[in-house]
């Protein structure tokens, strides 16, 4: 049998099956003190005085949380502004203890027909999903699934276009010579690359006993696991992860306002986000003055409990004033705020209409909001009033700080910005075209060969990079930094590349 | 009428015009409590009394500042070491109150001829400029004055060779089947990317009545604007922004001694200094252990204060020991403690002695501090005297913590550091001009053509990257991170692209 | 005469020789207080008296040490668990004095016959060595000479593979029209690059005098001085350097418990640890929550002093639970807890038996664990015995917050990840192969040609990225950043590179 090795363990039943309530009175000698929690209902109790020792870094990391200290009565005793829960009432028997274990995975049963399994003589689920969070925080689940992060899964892997970007980038290629036999993605390299950020399929595949400190236990085996993709695609058939950005067992609003939340997936090359906001002045004054702000305060006041935007100030958060008026209202549908999707594909577009992007489909045929010729594919994109209208609401964060003369500014450079990368993009796709029609790469798969590479690269690197930089105010990321320098070098080696197969073919048709 | 949309507001008058002292009544009621600041001034208060509500952002910010909380006279008691200004007194309106929206933005009319205006009865001017914080800091602004990063917008764009290459970054290239038409660069363009560290020019170009919370209302339109690059041109005709590294509106000497206020412009690959500062030693005890130091400290106690250096610390701050002796005199003339420039163009040279360096001219015409073949362009250039001064005065620095062993010992490296990437860069001059010499590529313009992209980036961003890393003891930037690594890498590369011109020229010529 | 040239010192004794204790008397005055510290012996208040005006940085910081505030008698009284001293008992004259300046730099001095001298009239070494750690700290130097990272020198230099590499990446090359000429790297740039982190040998060579603020004294001289290597070789023959991760004067458990310190040599593409990091759930937690953490704590408490590892946490620190039941032992052999040694050479492999890895050697003679057909060099490398303890070590330290499901879904990507990253670094090597083979390349010196140089960085940047961003799960950096992308770009653009390499030598050898 295999052990789980720590040295030391004082209550560990190994191989006999005990009663979860009788190894709860044997440990719970072992339990530290408890005070400043809320009351725990008794199952969470019973959950704790186990998990204290199976698992006592997430029941440390929980006794922090507000789950721990706040019940949803006190919560519904504050002012709505104030209030962390939208419900504005939940069940009896939730009301009046902390938010436990037991409150998250063995309540809603109903809902996980498929993951719910027996637990020491609990009923409990192990993946909690939207519908869980959503007995307390109703407005934001629906908002969440609204936003297109849910729909992360489907908008990358039921796109037929993308589904062939992701074959390519985790997929394996033989080399036979002069070319290559490819071997298509397997399911755990997906899932340990694009989907660890878009979020994987976790369904139950069947059962399986494992020791645990506390003896054999059987558990139903989940596919796909670990995630906190944001669009996990649940048991429960759910989409999203909640914890993606309120990290388990936490869950603290404090972090999810910090920008190194979002730089979990917005810190690459193709979203450089956090890497922008770290050279722009809003960043430097958030690294460098943050140790003396309130992360926490609910509601968020603007110049008091913080002076420069995070992340979520610009795109979730409520802030409001010293005197409570309220500047934004607090959204998790984040393209609220947000007119144009300055994430080209491959040019940058307007908004999507829909969170789920996977039936977008342009005239060529391909899965993209745009035409290759840099056309929008309008149909699926929303208006131009609804741009403004949602401008307008950034616009007001904005003005918390800033007079209208600086926000114009501001927008006139980012409507620039997002014209001469969307040029810079449209020519790099005339010379991928050139080469496309002179038959010196393949069209059919447009995302392996080295100049269609480059040509990827031009926008999903250069372009949103160079737009990144302007939206989000640093500009030094956009000069050198993949940005207007890069999109310039790339365009050129890309001309030479074209001289280059050129020669080849000619060369090789000689012969 | 656009209005700017907020919920909640209570004391907004739209469209009817309301005299600034009415609505300073109007709005007092709603302000928080002002405890722990200094005395207002009656124009300040007024300014408070409404753009509390207008921008409570800036209004929030500004009261956790040393200039809401101090008074010039108050400062003046201290003694000269523990004091933030430089003047030995100031007017008497202004001495026994905080230094408020009005000190800066109503005072010093004169110098403002072209960019005040009626605002609400008060004549205001938007953009603070130098003569401005001019009255409390003389010191300060006479040094920056002298500092080539003030001088930042003419160094760059009226340099002919320089500005070129800002136009090719920026501008734009339209495809044609075979070659490249260009697009100039646009001023949007510049200002959003190489401008945005080197500053815009800022003037008045006119007036615009724009609605605000207040109503509509009659400003100045800048130009450029926003803007806090280093060397800005200000509308009465002063270089440089202040708060480029003492941000709005809190402007405090903690932002500035952090190290992510530099970082805004010196993290890139041309100029890493972050990057580099960031895997030193000094940078790991900084991350690791300021929590417990004092970056408002004045004067600064190496020791006690902090325990490492930051950019400040080694380039501008004045640190002292704990019984008071001053180990550097704090300066804003960054070069006092550099006798190298090691910021290639395209080779390492002594610092320049203008910080106007735009009149700069080489043997070729072209403006830059060297020669192509390696020479120094000496005229321009600090003498070995000063050189040898200056590095003195940076040794002191290094010596509160490090014997003169380790110190002679770090700058025998850089020594070598120089020598070594110069003579690469040196290399890879010799590639490009015999590529020009073979009419492989065109040397008019030397910066838009790959080969000639090639070279500058084996002394923009890997010569360089080799010098700070070794200057500033991240060695570890400067292997594999666009390091020493790369700089071998690339000059290879340019040895066969080199080849790859000649063959295409042959296949051409035979043709 | 040099002088230091510091303004204000007031009892600095130039040219004339003082003995130390008159010195110590005249300084003594300006000592502020030393409340807080624990008794000096004599001979550190000696030190302590000149050196807090020679070096007042260092002294200030080391007041801040646990070495300042702590007896060896003191530590003794605590239980084992809560001390950070291993040695049982040490002598009498150390025992109740705090761990001072004479205490590491006097004593000791049989074991430093090299660099011992007269120093003010005591006998000191300037280079504290692992011999002087041990007096205290006995189990931590000996796991850390079994610890690969203290023959981190050995390891490179007297491996003739990787010398051959280091060569080309710090040495010169000359362009001479067509062509390089290879300069050999100099002992100073190699000690600026690579041997930065791997350590250099430091060893005395003669002796110099220098000015110091006291006046002319005598001083060896260190070769290849400063240096922090991991793997330095100290004058007295030991090898390491504790103050790698202990920086300077504070050695402080703090420090080496975060990751900024391991990212001064494990950040950059080779080894992209603290880049993985930090787009991790465990580094986003530790970013966003350590103001609240005790990084001080010994034992540390999983849950209650951090809820999320840092590297230390992984690999090195003692962990405990609220009840004090150990989850893992501390250890400075960091390999303890990892069965692969995913830094592959060329492909990953299990961990090196000895941790001196210099006489490695495969079939074909080079230094390497595998074979450059992926298979593992098997009589220097760990048995699978051995790796699946290593493994459980590992798990014990997950199993502190996550279940087993999750752990061992963790470790199959991990499995899976090194098992395609190695099959694509195969491919890599089939190219390159083939080019050698073909004569277009020169395996002689398998580093130095555009083709070798995308073969190295296939595995030493890519390859290490996708295991690096499993292993420590953040995989948004082995998509894109340096990932799994850039692993089938740099492939297929190797492809390319050796058509172009086939045509020019086709139209050579037509001539």
Redesign the interface.
């Known amino acids: 049998m295999?052990i789980?090795?720590?040295?030391?363990?004082?209550c560990v039943s190994q191989r006999i099956r005990i009663p979860a309530m009788v190894l709860a009175l044997l440990c719970l000698a072992?339990a530290?003190s408890m005070a400043q929690l809320a009351p725990l209902s008794s199952d969470t109790e019973a959950c704790i005085s186990c998990h204290?020792?199976a698992?006592?870094?997430?029941?440390?990391?929980w006794?922090?949380s507000q789950h721990a200290k706040m019940t949803p009565a006190k919560s519904l005793q504050l002012s709505k502004m104030e209030r962390r829960m939208s419900a504005t009432d939940v069940a009896e028997n939730l009301r009046n203890y902390a938010v436990g274990c037991a409150e998250c995975h063995t309540m809603n049963t109903k809902f996980h027909p498929e993951d719910s399994f027996d637990h020491n003589g609990f009923t409990i689920h192990?993946v909690v999903s939207p519908s869980d969070c959503n007995t307390c925080h109703p407005t934001e689940t629906d908002e969440y699934s609204d936003n297109k992060m849910s729909q992360a899964y489907a908008c990358l892997m039921d796109n037929e276009t993308y589904a062939v970007m992701v074959d390519?980038?985790?997929g394996?290629?033989?080399?036979n010579?002069?070319?290559?036999h490819h071997i298509k993605a397997?399911e755990?390299?997906n899932?340990?690359?694009?989907l660890?950020?878009h979020g994987t399929i976790v369904k139950v595949t069947g059962t399986?006993t494992?020791?645990?400190v506390m003896g054999p236990m059987e558990?139903p085996?989940?596919s796909?696991?670990?995630n906190?993709g944001v669009g996990r695609i649940n048991p429960d058939n759910t989409k999203g992860s909640c914890s993606s950005c309120h990290?388990r067992h936490?869950f603290?609003i404090?972090?999810a306002r910090?920008p190194?939340?979002c730089?979990?997936?917005h810190?690459?090359?193709?979203v450089p986000a956090y890497k922008v906001y770290?050279?722009?002045?809003h960043?430097?004054?958030q690294?460098?003055?943050d140790?003396?702000w309130d992360y926490s305060a609910v509601p968020w006041?603007?110049?008091?409990d913080f002076?420069a935007p995070t992340c979520a100030a610009c795109h979730s958060s409520e802030i409001v004033?010293?005197?409570?008026?309220?500047?934004a209202?607090r959204t998790h549908r984040f393209n609220d705020r947000l007119p144009w999707r300055i994430f080209g594909l491959p040019y940058a577009h307007p908004q999507p209409i829909d969170a789920d992007t996977s039936n977008i489909i342009n005239k060529a045929g391909l899965g993209l909001p745009t035409e290759l010729s840099g056309e929008m594919v309008s149909e699926f994109l929303i208006s131009p009033a609804e741009m403004a209208k949602r401008q307008?609401?950034m616009?007001?964060v904005c003005?918390?700080?800033?007079?209208?003369?600086?926000i114009d500014?501001?927008f006139?450079?980012l409507q620039?910005?997002i014209e001469?990368s969307n040029?810079?993009t449209l020519?790099a796709t005339?010379?991928l075209s050139?080469a496309w029609e002179e038959g010196l790469a393949q069209g059919a798969n447009p995302f392996?060969?080295?100049l269609e590479?480059k040509w990827i690269e031009q926008w999903?690197?250069y372009g949103n990079s160079v737009r990144f930089?302007?939206a989000m105010g640093g500009?030094?990321?956009?000069?050198?930094?993949d940005?207007?320098?890069v999109q310039?070098?790339n365009?050129?080696?890309m001309?030479?590349y074209?001289?280059?197969l050129r020669?080849?073919k000619?060369?090789q048709d000689k012969k």
């Not at 698992?55 to 990391?61: M, R």
């Not at 810190?267 to 193709?270: E, M, N, V, Y």
Request: aromatic share 8%; glycine share 8%.
């Open positions: 295999k789980n090795g720590r040295a030391g363990k004082q072992a530290p204290r020792m698992t006592p870094g997430i029941v440390g990391e006794e922090k192990t390519n980038t985790n394996l290629d033989e080399f010579g002069s070319g290559f397997d755990t390299s899932a340990d690359s694009c660890a950020c399986q494992r020791d645990t558990f085996t989940l796909n696991w670990p906190a990290p936490q603290s404090e972090m910090k190194y939340t730089a979990q997936c810190k690459g090359p193709d770290s050279v722009s002045v960043g430097n004054i690294k460098s003055m140790k003396d006041v603007v110049g008091k002076t004033d010293e005197s409570g008026n309220v500047i209202k307008q609401t616009e007001n003005s918390a700080c800033h007079t209208q003369q600086w500014g501001h006139t450079r620039r910005s001469t040029f810079m020519q005339k010379i050139t392996d060969e080295p590479i999903l690197f930089a302007t500009a030094d990321y956009g000069v050198f930094a940005g207007r320098w310039t070098r365009l050129r080696e001309a030479d074209l001289k280059f020669a080849t000619k060369a």
